[in-house]
């Protein structure tokens, strides 16, 4: 089973600010089968990235993915009020589909 | 527009079992894996386990095998998620996600969940 260790667990920050959220798998991940999802309370996860780098349908560009192998990163360049949120990365080339524990985003 | 429409919330007592349902629309759902999430409260996401387009094949987390059925009616476009002898850690909201790719794909849809409730 391939786990996924996120950090960090909290991210404090200001509307426009940068955030950087870090997803390391304990094997490679299989032809960078890596997702992001976003989830907010109450609320199922929505898919952000796929395939480590990929935009969603309808994600603006204020996010974007990278990575390969074990390193996966999320960028989100400027914070927007609707983006304060828990973020997943889940790899799902291999049996089980497994999730990273999850990095919240907080208004600082 | 593609929807996964899931039933209501649902208690049952420790030792019974419960059969959650994914209502699909807006693509036809014998092309389409299938899959299942458990999310214990105030917990991350967990996969329970995968069935395919035909309903003729499933793969279950190792965790929940020997408890948890998959099964899919193509004439209501609906799958079923059944868990049994239910215990107080199966206590959670279930979602139903759609694969997006064949079997290996990320989760592009997802049902907004069913809480399942486990108490005596």
């Known amino acids: 089973e391939i786990v996924l260790t996120q950090s960090p667990g909290t991210l404090s920050l200001s509307p426009g600010e940068r955030a950087t959220l870090s997803c390391r798998a304990s094997?490679?991940?299989?032809?960078?089968?890596l997702a992001w999802y976003q989830q907010k309370p109450g609320q199922a996860p929505r898919l952000l990235i796929y395939g480590a780098s990929s935009r969603a349908t309808g994600i603006p560009d204020t996010f974007s993915g990278s990575g390969s192998g074990t390193d996966f990163t999320l960028t989100i360049s400027r914070l927007e009020p609707e983006d304060f949120a828990v973020y997943y990365c889940q790899q799902y080339g291999s049996s089980p589909r497994t999730f990273g524990q999850g990095t919240k985003v907080e208004i600082k | 527009q593609v929807q996964l429409v899931q039933s209501g919330a649902e208690v049952k007592k420790p030792g019974a079992s419960v059969k959650v349902s994914c209502k699909a629309s807006g693509y036809t759902i014998t092309t389409y894996y299938m899959h299942w999430v458990r999310q214990a409260p105030g917990q991350g996401l967990e996969w329970v386990g995968i069935?395919?387009?035909?309903?003729?094949?499933?793969t279950y987390a190792e965790k929940f095998r020997g408890r948890v059925t998959m099964t899919r009616d193509a004439s209501t476009s609906t799958v079923y998620m059944e868990l049994s002898s239910l215990r107080s850690e199966d206590t959670g909201v279930y979602f139903c996600?759609?694969?997006?790719?064949?079997?290996?794909?990320?989760?592009?849809?997802w049902g907004q969940g069913t809480l399942v409730t486990v108490s005596s």
């Open positions: 094997q490679s991940v299989s032809s960078s089968y």
């Open positions: 996600a759609r694969d997006g790719g064949s079997g290996w794909g990320h989760f592009d849809y």
């Open positions: 069935i395919n387009p035909t309903g003729t094949g499933t």
